[in-house]
């Protein structure tokens, strides 16, 4: 069965979003986001909780570990904990091509697109956004990628690896949709065109002054993609042991 409340201690809990659910809030529901909350506790199957207060928000697209706090107290740590980069923040996504070196940090001032007011780009005149990255695999036409993000633009990950030449897999709102089309190996090909999201996950949120490390298990489809690909293993987010 999957496991949907990861943490819940003191004044945070941590839920595993699934894809396809929307973190986005209007003006009328203000910081607190308590649609997006309710329907983040809905779609988890948890018992509604007026009180809870969001934290971050993910995509639409991305699974993984998202942050309420039960407080005003705790929203303000985490936080300023999140804006000030005393946060850990993991990432796993599956991208096209090969990123070479193996391993790097972007960095590439991010701003939003003069002409699709849906996407960000990379532009000299942009709010400074770091992501560093590390291969995993190599697993044909894709790699298992690993990112943490030190700065939280929006759509951050996925304009870092677009801008480098290596689009998410599933991505339709930066050129990662359709590249399946390339791809030679039968099976591979199939799998790939029926990715119906941005292959984005948040694996693993840490702040060590507050005692707080989750992780979230890899999703269903991810973990699939990796099998046709043919991948030996998809474990957790490096090889440091894991709490909650």
Do not use: N
């Amino acid at each position: 069965m999957r496991r949907v409340k990861l943490f819940d201690r003191g004044g945070m809990v941590a839920l595993d979003k699934p894809p396809g659910v929307s973190m986005a809030t209007s003006s009328r529901e203000g910081k607190s986001g308590e649609a997006a909350v309710q329907r983040l506790l809905e779609v988890c199957g948890e018992p509604a909780d007026a009180g809870l207060l969001l934290i971050h928000r993910l995509d639409l697209g991305t699974s993984g570990v998202v942050l309420l706090a039960r407080d005003a107290e705790s929203h303000r740590a985490v936080s300023r904990a999140l804006q000030e980069g005393r946060a850990r923040k993991t990432y796993r996504a599956l991208v096209w091509g090969r990123p070479r070196p193996d391993h790097g940090t972007y960095d590439d001032p991010l701003g939003r697109d003069p002409r699709d007011g849906r996407r960000m780009t990379a532009r000299r005149d942009g709010k400074r956004a770091v992501t560093a990255y590390r291969t995993i695999a190599r697993l044909g036409p894709v790699c298992d990628v690993e990112l943490s993000p030190e700065t939280g633009r929006t759509h951050q990950i996925r304009v870092h690896l677009a801008a480098h030449g290596h689009p998410i897999v599933g991505d339709d709102l930066y050129g990662g949709a359709t590249r399946w089309r390339g791809v030679r190996d039968p099976r591979q090909r199939r799998g790939l065109a029926s990715v119906m999201r941005p292959l984005l996950h948040a694996a693993r949120i840490e702040i060590p002054e507050l005692g707080l490390d989750v992780s979230a298990p890899m999703p269903f489809d991810y973990l699939r993609a990796l099998e046709i690909l043919g991948s030996k293993s998809a474990g957790t987010p490096s090889s440091r042991r894991t709490r909650a």
